[in-house]
């Protein structure tokens, strides 16, 4: 289920580029590695964790950035890749039960009102979980009620992923969150909206597999040589809240 399509730059020669930090709100760590990428790099957007204790600082310096757009990333477990096979480290919801689904994401939603006192710009899932069944169709739902786009699912934005410093089970990719990586993705662009995911991160708080790798995407989104890329390319940075009716 997707959202109605509505007039987007899709059918032009523009490009135009979210550069978006998944988990704000998951650690001290995760939320001084988005800030520097905001105040020193190329960020333009950030998707929180609501449940986590960080993420009422997190949620502190948004209301102070009316440029930058705040998503719910909508957390409902997290899985690890451990001895040959995937290890659920914790669920915050069973994925046979669409009622407790259902609610869940409705408590996450009042809980990112009450701490950024305003409706997500964006709505998307720790570790994708919202590409899946029953996940999806809720979600969805939620993005056509809000009248914001849902991650791989909107017509209005292209979702590139590939920025992104490890394979499908956890085993390091070299070179894939380098300068040289970021600005070739750059290069590639399609006409339209595009998403670019990121995970900046200092220090070692994450929880979960990824970890180091954060620091080295908060070097590469700060390093000038990106933003010159961009400014070559004549690639547009945006945010979400541009993408809203009327923007």
Not at 12 to 36: K, T
Not at 166 to 177: H, V
Request: hydrophobic share 40%.
């Amino acid at each position: 289920m997707t959202e109605p399509e509505r007039p987007s730059n899709a059918g032009s020669e523009a490009r135009r580029l979210i550069i978006n930090a998944d988990d704000f709100g998951q650690s001290a760590g995760i939320n001084n590695g988005i800030i520097r990428c905001r105040e020193r790099g190329i960020l333009t957007s950030a998707s929180l964790m609501v449940r986590w204790p960080d993420a009422p600082a997190a949620a502190k310096y948004a209301r102070t950035d009316s440029a930058l757009s705040l998503g719910l990333h909508i957390d409902f477990g997290e899985w690890a890749y451990q001895n040959g096979e995937w290890v659920l480290l914790y669920e915050v919801v069973p994925r046979e039960e669409p009622t407790e689904i259902r609610a869940e994401v409705v408590r996450q939603l009042e809980l990112f009102q009450r701490l950024v006192g305003s409706t997500p710009t964006h709505l998307d899932s720790h570790q994708h979980v919202h590409r899946h069944t029953p996940f999806d169709v809720i979600v969805c739902e939620l993005g056509v009620a809000l009248g914001v786009p849902v991650r791989q699912q909107s017509a209005l934005v292209t979702y590139e992923g590939s920025f992104y410093g490890q394979g499908g089970k956890g085993e390091p990719l070299d070179g894939a969150i380098t300068v040289e990586r970021l600005i070739g993705i750059l290069r590639a662009l399609p006409p339209g909206t595009t998403e670019v995911g990121c995970h900046p991160g200092l220090g070692t708080d994450a929880q979960g597999m990824y970890v180091t790798e954060r620091a080295q995407e908060v070097d590469t989104l700060c390093d000038p040589q990106v933003r010159a890329a961009l400014e070559a390319e004549g690639v547009q940075l945006i945010s979400f809240r541009d993408l809203a009716p009327g923007a």
